[in-house]
T-cell receptor
């Protein structure tokens, strides 16, 4: 079978750094996405990893280890507007996205 | 502005009624998708279409049907709504069905009583 897991909720302080982890199990893998979703809004694309390593994009970075079935999203210099849910999803052997339940990130002043 | 639109924004529906959720994109994307999002669960794929004229079943297709008569439109129909279909429904599209990024519409909040 296949599954994907991420923490339900995390809290961090404005200006700090937070790492949101995502683990997955699947027999077929074609890449991993991270999306941001503010409350009451649609998910929006943040990053895509298909090879092992770190992809940096401004304050956000995403890491992938295919051998470990593990990814993380790193958010630096946290701002209040980063309060949102962060969704990880992998593309399976049929090229369909399998989604985690999302991590709700709460930023405190 | 290019993107995906969904209608209605929200709807309250009596059980047993038929309902069609509309989705239109103007990005000329080949692939389109319908998801439902429920509290505590990840997005779950209902139906998808890799290109106009073709459709496929996702993880939770029962009680739903779709059509893809042209590139831009991908309506989702609930033939006879049940309370368990209360959810937020998102339509999405991508350039193709492979590894292209999916772009989401604003969602439809549906309540079935």
């Amino acid at each position: 079978g296949q599954n994907i897991d991420q923490p339900t909720e995390m809290t961090a302080t404005e200006g700090a750094i937070v790492q949101i982890n995502c683990t997955y199990q699947t027999s077929g893998f074609n890449g991993l996405f991270w999306y941001q979703q503010h409350a009451g809004e649609a998910p929006t694309f943040l990053s895509y990893n298909v090879l092992d390593g770190l992809e940096e994009k401004g304050r956000f970075s995403s890491f992938l280890s295919r051998s470990k079935g593990y990814s993380y999203l790193l958010l630096k210099e946290l701002q209040m507007k980063d309060s949102a849910s962060y969704l990880c999803a992998f593309t399976d052997s049929n090229y369909q996205l399998i989604w985690g339940a999302g991590t709700k990130l709460i930023i405190k002043p | 502005i290019a993107g995906i639109t969904q209608a209605p924004t929200s709807q309250i529906l009596a059980a047993g009624r038929r309902m069609t959720l509309r989705c239109t994109q103007d990005m000329r994307h080949n692939a389109m998708y319908w998801y439902r999002q429920d509290l505590g669960l990840g997005l779950r794929l209902i139906h998808y279409s890799n290109t106009a004229g073709t459709t496929g079943k996702g993880e939770v297709p029962d009680g739903y049907s779709v059509s893809r008569a042209n590139t831009d439109d991908f309506p989702l129909t609930l033939a006879s709504a049940v309370p368990s279909q209360t959810s937020v429904y998102f339509c999405a599209s991508s350039g193709d069905s492979q590894t292209d990024t999916q772009y989401f519409g604003p969602g439809t909040r549906l309540t079935v009583l």
